[in-house]
């Protein structure tokens, strides 16, 4: 398991500088947005797409660091029934084809979601069974557009050498929870898997060590985001999880739940044991740091990320220590 960056967390600062920052703190790997809900500020995607010039140049400054690209991320809603819809399938499709290019197998995104009927003008959530209209809301947005959509992104993955879809378990999607993940990776076939995000996990009431055993024994977590939340009790109490007031507007003590640094919403030891279950369940990839911390600076709060997730991942960090060393696992006596 290693330390990778969702590359927005550092979107204030220029591309070069976001590879110093991430190589000085200690991360491995980068996970790059292309469009859709990011501004996508460390990377053109036309320009990289037009010239094998700005591809070549483009890794060669990430791997001159010393770290790696693993993964490109195309979040957005291409399934809103807006312009917002086409716009983010137009990036799905030109990200499929940058990963091609640069040899990237694994994507990140997330489901989408249609509005409630044909008609609609804008994408709806329905997340309550009654009245009865919500569910023929629901069977129009999977039978007639959803499962259509992923089974044709499907196809045009596979055409592009990519290997799997990492869907983010995200509020506001048809893939909210472990049961939509598998209705969908059921209807469409293996290339589609989670990408487990405990910070929204945390607000909407689920439990991400659940989530992980429960999406683990399917062969389905093909990408972690490592993001924390805070809960202000007092408010749930009062207001519920599912909280609507404007994120960056609303102090952080008056909303239900505010995103955090890892560690400033659930201890390093609930970090150790989830990481434990990911690694008992088979997962052996990318943990990254995805933050939108609204209280401390973001270098701050990444590098703070950073250091619990050396003390949690079972690995050796900063010692000389010999590799066949490393790799040795057993107790060393027999037990009856």
């Given at each position: ?8 967390s ?6 070069e ?25 460390h ?12 591809r070549k ?5 990430i ?5 790696k ?12 029934p807006?312009e917002?819809?086409?716009?983010d399938?137009e990036?799905v499709?030109?990200t499929f084809?940058?990963?091609a ?20 003008k ?11 209209v ?18 044709k992104?499907v196809?045009?993955a596979?055409?592009y ?8 378990i995200h ?23 989670a990408?487990?995000d405990p910070?929204?996990?945390f607000?909407m ?5 659940e989530t ?37 507007s ?16 659930h ?11 990911l690694t ?6 990318a ?6 911390d ?23 960090y900063?010692r ?11 107790l ?5």
């Amino acid at each position: 398991m290693h330390i990778s960056l969702m590359t927005d967390s550092l979107g204030q600062i220029s591309f070069e500088k976001m590879l110093d920052t991430a190589a000085m703190l200690g991360i491995e790997t980068l996970e790059i947005p292309t469009g859709g809900y990011s501004s996508a500020p460390h990377m053109d995607i036309d320009r990289l797409l037009e010239s094998a010039e700005e591809r070549k140049a483009y890794l060669h400054a990430i791997e001159s660091r010393g770290l790696k690209l693993e993964t490109l991320n195309c979040n957005g809603n291409q399934l809103s029934p807006d312009e917002t819809g086409r716009r983010d399938a137009e990036i799905v499709e030109k990200t499929f084809r940058l990963a091609a290019e640069f040899g990237v197998k694994k994507i990140a995104m997330m489901s989408g979601l249609p509005g409630g009927g044909p008609d609609a003008k804008y994408p709806n959530w329905v997340i309550c069974c009654w009245p009865p209209v919500m569910l023929k809301m629901m069977q129009y947005q999977w039978e007639d557009v959803g499962i259509p959509y992923w089974e044709k992104t499907v196809k045009l993955a596979e055409q592009y050498g990519i290997e799997k879809i990492a869907l983010e378990i995200h509020p506001t999607g048809i893939v909210y929870n472990v049961p939509t993940l598998l209705r969908l990776r059921n209807a469409v076939g293996p290339m589609i898997g989670a990408n487990i995000d405990p910070g929204h996990q945390f607000f909407m009431g689920m439990d991400p060590l659940e989530t992980a055993m429960a999406l683990g024994k399917e062969g389905a977590i093909y990408h972690v985001h490592a993001k924390d939340t805070h809960l202000e009790k007092h408010v749930c109490d009062l207001n519920g999880q599912h909280e609507a007031a404007p994120y960056l507007s609303t102090p952080a003590h008056e909303r239900s739940w505010t995103y955090c640094a890892l560690g400033y919403g659930h201890d390093v030891f609930w970090w150790k044991r989830f990481i434990m279950v990911l690694t008992q369940m088979g997962y052996d990839g990318a943990m990254s740091l995805e933050i939108e911390d609204v209280v401390m600076p973001s270098v701050v709060a990444l590098s703070k990320s950073v250091d619990l997730l050396k003390e949690a991942i079972p690995r050796v960090y900063n010692r000389d220590l010999p590799e066949e060393l490393l790799r040795i696992n057993g107790l060393g006596f027999a037990i009856d």
